[in-house]
């Protein structure tokens, strides 16, 4: 009984003509069911791994007299065709981006104009028989370039297909209710008529008469995706004729798969100046062939086969009476050449039949170009002053391949075919102009769906568990300094792809933040060199989003750093704070003179109030925004927007996910209490960063934000060595720091001791006494602001709380970098 795939299930001849009869009902879910780019790359790449463990398919192939080495081959091939690697590269090389990549994506920073590729819509793929693997591989093209797929096999074909797509629907249901798979035949008229009249794109492969046929049953607009037969072939140069290695490589490709590939040899051109001397090359090639020939088994011709190779033999013996073509064959007659004194180029009959013509190389383009539409590759067999002289003559000819002798049937990731990409041919270029998208890079961020990340059932990874990895050397190309502990520096390692990936969401967290591209002008202070990051990434930002900027870094000689900013009409300056201050203080007279900057972004460190108040009073800053919130080790974790103050951040969502734990266990926090941010990255090539305790601690933000964005958002309250239990209670540091700079404009450094005595907690403040502190005042100042350690203190009475002002030397710090130790805890906890 015959058997089809319906969106997941199998279904038997008689139930596909009640859903055919409605498919014109159905056809609307087709468009409507999306997945999401993280989902599909997800699902692809676990069924490319349980494609190779399933018995089930194994038994099958079996069955199809495979043996364990081709099956193993086959499944490989697939496998590695769903990995998430070869998807992005794809993507990548054939669409020019692999973010996000079905997101729309802003094109003019003068103009609110996005552009997008999206699915054509519902994409019928019209295979021939014995497409085997090939009816697979067209499918996951349809998958990766976002369609709903209707894949007609040949009614004789095997149930490979099914089988394989049955497991698809097993490791995500959602993905395989994408995928029809019909088994019928082409006369079946009034079914494929029903399933050409729904499709947007038809892609078919097949001989010019079956390519025909399906385009004249083709409606007007319906995008025609061919893939018609080609033919290869071999050209030897006078000096290649000598080149040993390179002829076996050749024989090689004759032999391998029967020339039943475009990509086979079927005629070689011989650069000779007469018909002896190319029987001559072709009797001293005859060995080559037979030897490679004897090492490959062949299977048994059809009689159809058989005959079409005799009658073009017994043609070319009766030519040979003429002394015009000879016919070589190998002893045990299973391959042959057939020698022909004349030009032109003629497919071969196959199965271990080459063709040998003379050629001139000045006749190259006139030899070819007739057949132009149908070439393919050609291989090369010449010296090294020859070659691309050669590859430029057969290109412009109308080859769209050259390949190594013996390398003709190979291939390579993301390798176009017949000299085209599937992806753009299996998609549209969408564009949209919005009234209200200023700042908006991506405007999908406009109306993504509630928040639900995937996280993994893992550990929580903590800093010295991300830095205990050892990242993959193999595709590290980037290293960065991430700081370590005991005075150790650590490594972040990044590919490539990490790297721009995180770089351009980045880059679009800093438009949203406010730099305007088409308007600002920008200088990069960061500090750079000693495996520092700052300032490269920064340069990359700016490039990622075409802004005019000075790579300056944290230049020591500030006269220069600001005759350059003025020189150049600079308005935006990009910086940790600390260089920042000192930049704007030693040469205050000259930047009030300018009046020219109006933007601030940060990094690394934070303005305090005073600072800000500072900036805005004397330079008329506008704009004083964090450039990204992140870290070495996870990359850019948020970004602000223009309704963004203070610690709130968006989540870099296409990046990252977050979760907020509770401070003393690994449970989800309710509502908007303080916690733990935990960041898992989607994808890092490099290495995992899954479930990693960052550091800093933060909250939820639960109302939307007015830049309309749908995206996640969060608080940040300080790192987590200033969030402290003492008594049964947290307490934060930062927030008792906010009401001594808002209350008392308090701006030096503060130190919090916990000790226990009397078997009772004792929390102590200890102030810088240069400034002029009423201890008494700034007691009761905190006791009044801060509810939970008011109730801790004098409701429960569990907790003793007091302030003292020492000298700013006699703080605690640490012995190897001199930094404060902001929160010491000296309680005995034995």
Not at 183 to 209: F, H, N, P, T, Y
Not at 374 to 388: H, P
Not at 418 to 435: Q, T, W, Y
Request: glycine content about 6%; proline content about 3%; overall charge negative.
């Amino acid at each position: 009984m015959k058997k089809h795939f319906w969106r997941g299930q199998i279904i038997t001849d008689e139930q596909l003509e009640s859903k055919l009869a409605n498919l014109e009902k159905e056809k609307n879910s087709f468009y409507s069911d999306s997945i999401s780019w993280d989902q599909l790359l997800y699902s692809l790449e676990k069924f490319g791994a349980a494609l190779q463990l399933d018995e089930k398919i194994n038994s099958y192939l079996i069955s199809l007299g495979q043996t364990q080495t081709e099956i193993k081959d086959l499944l490989l091939e697939i496998a590695k065709f769903c990995s998430r690697d070869n998807i992005l590269s794809k993507w990548k090389k054939e669409l020019g981006d692999d973010q996000a990549p079905f997101d729309f994506k802003r094109v003019d920073f003068t103009r609110n104009l996005f552009e997008a590729w999206k699915p054509l819509g519902i994409l019928t793929h019209i295979l021939p028989g014995n497409a085997f693997g090939l009816s697979i591989l067209a499918t996951i093209e349809g998958l990766i370039s976002g369609n709903f797929n209707i894949v007609k096999l040949s009614s004789k074909e095997n149930n490979f297909a099914l089988v394989v797509f049955e497991l698809l629907a097993q490791v995500d249901s959602k993905l395989a209710e994408k995928i029809i798979v019909l088994k019928m035949s082409s006369q079946e008229v009034s079914r494929l008529d029903s399933i050409l009249a729904i499709s947007d794109g038809v892609s078919a492969w097949g001989g010019d008469g079956a390519i025909q046929s399906i385009r004249d049953r083709l409606p007007a607009q319906t995008r025609f995706i061919p893939w018609g037969h080609k033919i290869s072939m071999a050209m030897i140069s006078q000096k290649g004729q000598n080149l040993t290695e390179s002829l076996k490589n050749l024989a090689s490709d004759i032999v391998l798969m029967e020339q039943q590939a475009c990509s086979s040899p079927q005629i070689a051109f011989v650069e000779v100046e007469n018909f002896v001397e190319l029987v001559s090359f072709g009797k001293s090639f005859l060995p080559l062939l037979e030897k490679e020939s004897l090492r490959t088994s062949q299977s048994e011709l059809s009689l159809q086969e058989q005959a079409e190779i005799t009658n073009q033999v017994e043609l070319a013996k009766l030519e040979s009476l003429y002394g015009n073509c000879e016919v070589l064959t190998t002893e045990d007659g299973h391959a042959r050449i057939i020698i022909e004194d004349q030009e032109g180029l003629r497919p071969s009959p196959l199965y271990r039949t080459i063709i040998f013509r003379p050629i001139k190389r000045n006749t190259i383009l006139s030899t070819l170009s007739s057949w132009r539409k149908y070439l393919q590759s050609v291989s090369l067999i010449c010296s090294a002053s020859e070659e691309m002289e050669l590859a430029s003559q057969f290109i412009q000819a109308g080859v769209t391949r050259v390949a190594l002798p013996g390398q003709m049937l190979g291939s390579y990731q993301g390798e176009p075919h017949d000299g085209v990409d599937a992806l753009p041919r299996f998609m549209r270029k969408n564009r949209i102009e919005l009234s209200h998208a200023e700042g908006i890079f991506r405007p999908e961020s406009m109306i993504t769906e509630e928040y639900k990340p995937v996280i993994p059932s893992t550990e929580v990874m903590t800093k010295k568990g991300f830095q205990d990895q050892n990242g993959d050397k193999e595709v590290t190309r980037y290293y960065f300094k991430s700081g370590g502990s005991s005075g150790k520096s650590a490594l972040s390692p990044f590919s490539y792809r990490d790297y721009h990936h995180q770089m351009q969401a980045a880059a679009e967290g800093l438009f949203a933040a406010g730099f305007q591209p088409a308007t600002d002008r920008a200088v990069n202070l960061f500090f750079g060199g000693g495996l520092y990051g700052g300032f490269l990434s920064f340069t990359t930002i700016l490039e990622k989003i075409d802004a005019v900027q000075l790579p300056m870094s944290a230049h020591e000689d500030l006269a220069f750093v600001a005759e350059m900013i003025i020189k150049l009409e600079v308005n935006t300056l990009l910086g940790m704070p600390s260089y920042i201050i000192q930049l704007l203080t030693q040469q205050k007279e000259v930047f009030k003179k300018y009046s020219g900057i109006t933007k601030i972004f940060y990094g690394g460190e934070h303005f305090s109030p005073a600072q800000r108040e500072w900036l805005e009073n004397e330079f008329s800053i506008s704009l004083i925004k964090s450039a990204s919130y992140g870290s070495v080790d996870a990359g850019p974790l948020g970004y602000q927007c223009l309704f963004s103050s203070g610690g709130i951040h968006h989540l870099n969502d296409q990046l990252h996910t977050l979760e907020i734990l509770e401070m003393d266990q690994d449970q989800k926090i309710s509502g908007s209490e303080v916690g733990r941010l935990i960041f898992t990255t989607k994808h890092r090539d490099a290495l995992d960063v899954i479930r990693y305790e960052i550091g800093d601690v933060g909250r939820w933000v639960h109302d939307q934000c007015q830049c309309g964005r749908r995206s996640p958002r969060f608080e940040l309250m300080g790192r987590m060595g200033d969030v402290f239990r003492a008594a049964g209670t947290f307490i934060n540091l930062q927030k008792i720091e906010k009401i001594l700079r808002d209350n008392f404009n308090y701006q030096g450094e503060s130190q919090v001791v916990l000790e226990q005595k009397n078997n009772k907690d004792s929390l102590t403040l200890y102030l810088d006494s240069q400034f002029d502190l009423v201890i008494k005042d700034i007691f009761d100042s905190i006791i009044e602001n801060y509810t939970d350690l008011r109730e801790v203190v004098f409701k429960e009475k569990a907790l003793d709380f007091s302030i003292n002002a020492i000298s700013n030397s006699a703080l605690l710090r640490t012995e190897s970098s001199g930094k404060l130790r902001r929160v010491v805890d000296q309680r005995n906890r034995s």
